[in-house]
Structures are given as C-alpha cells and as structure tokens.
C-alpha cells in the first residue's frame, strides 16, 4: 500500500481538513493532491485527497481502523479509501451500436482505462465479434417482454460471480431495473444522446431537430430510479444547423456520446466523482 | 439602389435557382452571395441571394412589380427584397438588468450594428441614465397587473409612429402580449437565459443549479404565444461545475446572454434568418 | 448517373451562376444544393453544387463533354464533377499509435465513411493485429535513413496499383517526400497535434506545456511541401489547465485528434473542400 | 478582519498542508476553500486557501507576525496574505478602441468587479466620453517617438501616488516599458487578439486571415519583458470560415477580447492567479 485516495463527506464544522492532514502526516504520508467542497446550502463538507507513502503505513485494514477511530467517528463521516492495487471490475451493457464500445475498448486496449473487463454483456448478439476481437468474454442476454426478471437475474449472477465494481451501459437500449440499481448505487454509469434535461427518453434527436436547436448534447449520469434524471457527471455539446438531418445529427452525436462516456468512466475510476442529493461533485 | 438581398420561399421544384440567377443576370447584378436550403420533409425551398449592380437597375418598386409578375407568381413564392438604402429601425424593451442593453449600445456606438434606435422602453426607470449617455430617448412605461392593456397601448404607439422595423427583449421581464406579436410576426428577438428547451420560464439558473447540470446556456429566439418556445435563431453554452452558486451561474450566463444576444440580432439585421415551422434556417 | 456534385473555380465575374444553373436546368436536374464563394482579394470565383436527375441525363464522360463545351470554356473554369457511382479509394498510413486507425476503421465498418480502404501502410508492424481485426490488408514498409527511396517506390507501387484517390496520415510519424505530395495534390490528408500554426513539427504537446497554454488543438490539413504548413481543413481544441501534466495533454489530445481527422475526411469524401492559395474552402 | 485569502509557494515536502491548516484552525477559522499544486518538475508547492473567522483572530499584522514565525520561515515559503478589507486599486489603459473599456466598465458599474478604478489612461482622447459617462477620472497621456520617458514618467507618478495595485491594459495600441513592468511584476493584465502563442505581435487577425486558421482566438496575459510571452491566464477562441473577411475577424475577435480580458481581471482580483515559471497556476 504506497498511494491511498480517500473520499470523505460529513456536516461542515471547523478542523476537518487539519485532523486529516495531521493524520496523513503522522503516517509519513505525501499529500499530493487535495481537494474540498463545501455544499453552502446543505452544510455539507466534501473531501478528496490523495498521499504517497515512501514506506508503506500498514495495512490497508489497519489504516482503516485507525482513520475510523481516530477521525471518521469524531466528525461522523461518510468515508471511502481507495489503494492503487486494487483494479476495479467494469461490466459493459451494449445493444447494437458499436461506437462507444470501440472507444472504451480502444482506450482499455491501449492502457488508458485502468480497469478490468471481465465480460460484456448484450441483448443482441451483434456485437459479439467486437467483443471477440477484443479478447473480452461476450454474454448474449436476450430481454423480451416476458422474460425481464430472468435475463436480470442471469446478469446479477454474472455481476456478482465476477466482483465486478461497476457497469457501463454503452448505448444500452433497454431499462435498468430498480433492483439492479440498487445493487450498484451510482455505480451504473449510462451515457444519454442529449443535453439533459433537455430531451429525455426516447429518440432525443428526433426532439431536437423538431424543436430546431442550434446546439445538441450528450450527458453521461448515474443511473437512478427515474429515467435520464440521475446525477450528471460529465456533458458536452456540438453546434448543429437547419442544414442538417435527423441522420447527421445522430452521426455528430456518435462523437459526443462516445467522448463524454469515456470521460465520465474516467473521472469513476480515478474516484473524483462524489455523488449527493442528485448532484456530483467532480474534483478536477 | 446598388445592392439587393432577396429572400425566397415555396414548394421545391426545378429550375429555381436557374430562373432567379437568370432574372438578375439580365439586369446586369453580380451575385456574391447565395444560399439555398430544401426542408426535405415538407418540400420548401429556400434561398437567400445578395446581388450588386454597377449601375442601378432603376427603382425598387419596378424591380419588384417585374420580379413579381416573371418569377414569383409562376413559383408561388413568399418573397421579400431589401436593399441597403433602409437603416431598419429596432426597438429596444429593459427591465433592470443592463448588461445586454450595454453590449448593444456599444456595438451600436461603434457602427456594428447598422440600425437606427429610435428610443428605449422599460417597465423601470433604473436604466435611463444608460439610455442618456448613449444619447437614445428613454420611455418609462410601467406595467402593472391592472394597466397591461394601457401600457401596451402606449408601447404600440410608439412602435408606430417611429416605423419601428423590429424589436429586441434586452432581458424585459414582461411577458409580451398576443396583439404585439401579432403586430411584429417573427420581428420580436428575445434572449432567454438557458439551452432551451431546457428551463423555459422563470430563474432557469436555480433550476440548472438543482439539476447539477456541467453546462448552462443562453437562447435568442423569436417571440410566439407560447413562451420560450419560438424559432430559435442562436443559441451558445459554458461550462460549470459543483463549485459554482446560482449567483456565479448569473455572471457566468450574463456574459452568454449578451453575445448571444448580440449574434442573433446582426443575423436579423443582415437578413440572414428565415423562420418556419416554428423553426429557422440561418444562412452563414 | 443519377447525382452528380460540381466543384468550380474561376476568374469572378457576372452570370456564372446563372449559366451553370440553367446548364443543369437543361437536363432535368434537381439542384439540391448550391454554395458559393468569391475570394474578393484574388477575385476568384468558386462554386460547388449537387444535382440529382431522375432519370440519367446520358453518360458521365457526354456530360463533361458538353459542361465543357458550354460552360466551362467560356469561363476558363478548372472543375471537375463526381458521381456517386464511384466510391473513393482511401490508404491510410499508420506507426504505432492506434487511436486514429480504430476510430476510422470504426466509422468505416459503421458505414459512416463512404470508402474502399484497399490497405494500410505502417513504418511498423505494431498495428498488424488491428488491420486484421477489420479484414484489411496491412503492408509493413519499414522506413530508414538509408531506404527511403525504395520504401517510398514500394509505397507509390501500391498506391498507384490499387488505383488509391486520397491517403490519409493517421498520426504516421514520417515526413512524406516531395514526390508523393507532388503525385497526391491536396490529395494526401494529415493530422497535427496542435492548433496550427501554434507548434508545428515535433513534440508540440511538450511544447504546449512548456509555454502554459490554457487551451491545446489539433489541426487536419493538406500535407505540401513545408511542414505543416499545408491548407488547414479543420481545427478543434480543449481546455486544459496548470493541473495538466504532459501525459494528460497527450491523452486528452488524443480525443481531439481522432475527431478531427474524422471530419476532415469526411469533408473530403463528401468533396466540401476546395484549395487554393494554401487555404481551403470548406462548404457547410 | 473576517476573512483571508492565503497564497503559498515553497519547495515541495510533507506535512505543508497538515502545518497550514493547523495554524487556520488554532485561530478558530473555518477554512472555506482549499486547492494546492504541485509542480513535479520542479518540485514546487503551491497552495490557495481561504478562512472565515466568527470572530477576528486579530489585527492582519499578528498574524502575520504569527504566521511567519510558525511556518512561512520553517518551510522558506514565499506567501502572501489579503483580506476583505482592502478593495485592489486598479488603473486602466487604452487607446482609441473602446470594446474592452466598455465591457469593463459596464462589470465595474454592476458591482461584478470588486475594485476601485482611480483613472483611466490614454495616449489619446478618443475614449474620454466613455469614461467621463461612468464618472472615471480620464489622463491623455500622449506617447510619440520622443516622448516615451516623460510619457512613462507621468503615468507611474499617477500610478504611485493613487496606490495602484494593478493596471489592465484594455487594448493599449503601445509598448509598455520594462521599467514600468518591474514596477508592477505580475501585475500589469494584457489582451492579445491571437490564441498564442499563434500570432504574436502586430495585426494577428491579418495573419490568422492570410492562414487560413478555421479558429481565432484572445489571449489574456501577464505583460513581461518578452512581447506577447508572459504568463498566460485565460484563452478562448471561436470558429470561423473561409466566407469570413479580416474586418469579420476582427468584429468576432471583439467579443472574444472582451470576456478574455474580463475573466483574466476577474481571476486576478479574486488572488486566483499564481504565476511561477512563465506559467500560471489559475485555481478554480
């Protein structure tokens, strides 16, 4: 254990941040990044710091109960710590649209994405040779009207066999059910074809070359219990014409959906997202 | 009469272009600009043309009765024609806000925007030294729950007797009445203060703050009945984050309003939005 | 021969418009889309049009006939008319970075690029497996100081056999000698790592870093003789910040660069790009 | 003395933060942000932090006294500290265009710039209205080829004698000195019309124009020795076509400029800016 992350939230009050650090100190730790945000309406104090040890502390058990007693208990934290050996699981949901499977498996391949990949899973099989020439196991789990709470139960098996840590849904076409989402709070990660609220649900190009927009978007959030209105991580947008189709703006959006999904993956894995009251907070 | 821009409309067909450029060859014009846009799903053509002549080829009115009889009727067109000897007249309505008023009087000042401002109305009186130091009659016409039809009485007056042309909402809080926008059919240029269509109405910052949205935007568009829900002719965005209060997301987006603002209306000013189907084509 | 797009050039002057228009009148055909634009400075008229017929107005080579005979003579034109008949042949040259070569090979396999890919070229053989994956040949031409002349007879070889129109250099780390640029004029497709004319040559994101921008780019243009000083199709940039270090500029940049790339080949393909005077005309 | 903004930089080692925030929280202050940077190449410490305090820890000379003795000379740390109390004295320049003055102006009226604004200079007296209009005392200072010392002479007795903090130049068409400059290191905020370091020097959107570039941009810096190479605070850009003359450059370019300049202000005003190296560390 030589580089620890810790997350930390708790009520706002004085001292957090010098108990902390005084603590990291005392470990010969290197604080190498900190960060803080202070929800003014809520009073709610957020944390996120990273420290290098030359030496390793301990354990990571013993440092948790340490950090636990000596602080966490104190302030009544909500409190995460991360160590850089572990390599978290992400499972991948696709339909039929390839594009941000290709991106996320370019970036896996070339070492961008510090993850595991232990399956992909599908509701279609077309994806499969994708997967294939990925070397990434591929599971065809059909979804039909009368078979939802079986399929889900295949996956959750999957899920869980496999540890997986958390799940991409890269153009996913079907709904996530609410037991599914609870197994994995703010740990599915969808990516949405508009600039949300804007457009939620379905064919939100078609909505926004109807209503004549200047402007399209992509947004990547937590998926929550109701649709497209979980925590926003990332968005970005691409300016549009008269000029342009309903197809041409589902070609620009290929580029965004796949950028903003990718960056939003990489903000979870390297812990800067915290999610609260339906917000993130994004450390940079 | 040296320079024409002649804005066309009607059922896509054939031979178009090729009549129109024809016409104005024979009148000797040089075309520096043309543009055309075919809406594909209801079949109109568009089409925006700019022409120079070297000697003018004699009034407005004969060139519009001959344009009138060879070409238009044959192709039912809409149409308009304007030529470079009319400043148009714009109408500018403040509340208390005046960043926006600020920015279009000082493009106005410095010859960017080529119109005449006959006066400026508010429903305060908090903006007329503004109006004084650029010069610009200032008319202070209060708007209460019981005197809405006097005021806009007095509004229309106005308009009236100064051949208004077209009118900017430099952020007026008050919500125009049907019988002024009947008056002014796409000729009233509002901004509104999100990516429309998300947040129409009232404080879209708080809401845009509620939603923990990473992107806010601003939207000029022309007045309809429904609020915030006309042709969109500009729209722009910025970036927030978490760390950013409703009050940081008003300065950010005062910036946006103005430029978008600003953008819109030199589009209006240059004749280069055609609006239909509650939808625009802006020419480039 | 049922669509046909016209790229035109020529000294400006009265009724150019009108003529060719009138020309495409003549054969029934359907202007669906005309753009223009006069470089004032040179006086150079330039004009790109896409015509659909339904029925065949006659072969190809009678129609060039004729437009030549007509049209194009009379005004000294330099032109050249595609039907979409003939799906162009796209090389592409890689070396060892592979986020580009997915990206196209994504877009092509998706359907999104309109091309025969009939191989790839790589001073490396790194990139072999990816080729493979997509079912493309891949030619290994090792280049070195002393066989330069011979890997670019091999390359020419190749390129002249499978009859390629256009190549693109998706980050190829060689510098294309004189005689390929001479063979492929604005023929030959580069991306640049940063916002031109910012940091040409080597190791501009170093160079970016050095200096402390606040905003990093990636420029596609045709390659010429001077080093990335070619005609610039396309530009985009993202923000960074002093928190950046050089590996995250290379990352973020390589979002960038892929997008970039893209869309300027898909200008070229769709033929929305016209050079002269080492800048090019984009139409939208 | 309520409130203290505290700006550190020092060689990089363990325990700073742990040290800091200790001696904040002695004085019973609730540290409301708190960002730090570490320069890996050069193993520098930067840190930004703000404390509230419910009731005054003392005057500000204590405790720096305090601060200096327990920390600052333990760490050789180059720090400084602001309070709320003293609101920055800030001197602008310009020259014949008004874009920039206006856009400041017009934020300084509405309470967004939190300053005081002695004067205005100018080496000519075009701009005198403006300044006159929001009350601002207006020196013409002209410069000509034989009058740069007196020039230079008279506008630092001004400098000196209002308490100037520091001076934004508001598109001032001249040199500023190197005397000047070492007067106010870091000090003096310049716009440049070119997103550098594209275009230094004179008539940018002339060369951008003969460039052929698709995007332009504004650089905000801080003025050093070496024309147009100084810190970099803030860039923006925006697009642009082939259809786009020099004059639309420049009309573009204006609105760039101005939020440029203003964001750069704004940083500055608000101790966001640390400048180390010919970069700037610019916290959020």
Same mark, same amino acid.
Request: aromatic letters at 12%; charged letters at 25%.
């Given at each position: 254990m030589h580089k620890i992350t810790l997350l930390i939230s708790c009520k706002d009050t004085q001292g957090i941040i010098a108990s902390v650090t005084r603590f990291i100190y005392g470990k010969n730790g290197n604080i190498v990044y900190i960060d803080q945000h202070v929800d003014m309406e809520h009073e709610v104090f957020f944390m996120r710091l990273e420290s290098q040890? &030359?030496?390793s502390p301990g354990t990571l058990d013993d440092f948790k109960n $340490?950090?636990?007693h000596t602080i966490a208990e104190k302030y009544s934290? /909500?409190?995460e710590v991360h160590t850089d050996d572990h390599k978290p699981g992400m499972a991948v949901f696709v339909s039929k649209y390839d594009h941000c499977l290709y991106d %996320? %498996? &370019?970036?896996?391949? /070339?070492?961008? %994405?510090r993850v595991d990949i232990p399956f992909i899973i599908s509701n279609h099989n077309d994806l499969r040779p994708v997967a294939e020439n990925f &070397? !990434?196991?591929f599971h065809h789990i059909p979804v039909k009207r009368d078979n939802k709470e $079986? #399929?889900? #139960? $295949?996956q959750l098996k999957l899920l869980r066999e496999a540890g997986v840590d958390f799940i991409v849904l890269a153009r996913y076409m079907q709904i996530v059910s609410e037991k599914l989402i609870n197994q994995y709070p703010h740990k599915i990660i969808n990516i949405h074809h508009s600039f949300l609220p804007a457009f939620p649900g379905a064919k939100p190009y078609h909505s926004a070359f109807k209503r &004549?927009?200047?402007i399209i978007g992509a947004t990547s959030h937590y998926v929550t219990e109701e649709l497209d209105a979980g925590p926003i991580i990332e968005q970005? !947008?691409?300016r549009v014409t008269h000029a342009h189709s309903i197809q041409d703006l589902v070609m620009k959006g290929r580029d965004l959906e796949k950028i903003v999904l990718a960056r939003a993956v990489k903000l979870h894995i390297s812990r800067k997202v915290m999610a609260h009251n339906n917000k993130t907070i994004v450390f940079s």
């Open positions: 040890f &030359g030496e $340490e950090f636990s934290m /909500s409190w %996320l %498996l &370019g970036r896996y391949n /070339s070492g961008e %994405l &070397g !990434i196991p $079986e #399929a889900e #139960a $295949e &004549g927009v200047k970005d !947008i691409t």
